[in-house]
């Protein structure tokens, strides 16, 4: 059974800070991309920062970069998404996924393998 289980989430002031993670099981971790997607009220959902299969490099978004930052635990099967500085923009659903493609991967679209059920994060302004 495929599972990718998000916690982590909740209701913060702006300026504060959330730690999400993302534990998987089900599938071999190591060889998939793993990523962090959002999703606000009405809009589409939306790439925010993934770790690559290969090495496990890193990538932001423009909304993530300088206040995200994404870390795994290959051993735990466990990625981590650090967020600091919220803004009430970033007030969403997050979900973790994965995916094994060798290219489509770094579009950040809606249409990888494996996701989670997402965890609520709400920022206050």
């Known amino acids: 059974e495929v599972q990718l289980v998000e916690s982590g989430g909740g209701l913060v002031q702006a300026g504060g800070s959330l730690r999400l993670s993302c534990v998987a099981s089900?599938?071999?971790?190591?060889?998939?991309?793993i990523g962090w997607f959002r999703q606000a009220p009405g809009k589409e959902r939306e790439g925010v920062s993934y770790?690559?299969?290969?090495?496990?490099?890193?990538y932001y978004t423009d909304s993530a970069k300088g206040r995200f930052t994404i870390s795994t635990d290959n051993a735990k099967n466990t990625v981590y998404l650090h967020m600091n500085n919220l803004k009430p923009e970033d007030t969403a659903v997050y979900y973790c996924?994965?995916?094994?493609?060798?290219?489509?991967?770094?579009?950040?679209?809606?249409?990888?393998?494996?996701w989670g059920q997402g965890t609520q994060v709400t920022v206050r302004s």
């Open positions: 996924a994965a995916d094994a493609s060798d290219w489509g991967y770094q579009f950040m679209k809606p249409n990888w393998d494996y």
């Open positions: 089900g599938f071999a971790f190591d060889d998939y991309h």
């Open positions: 770790v690559k299969k290969w090495d496990r490099s890193t």
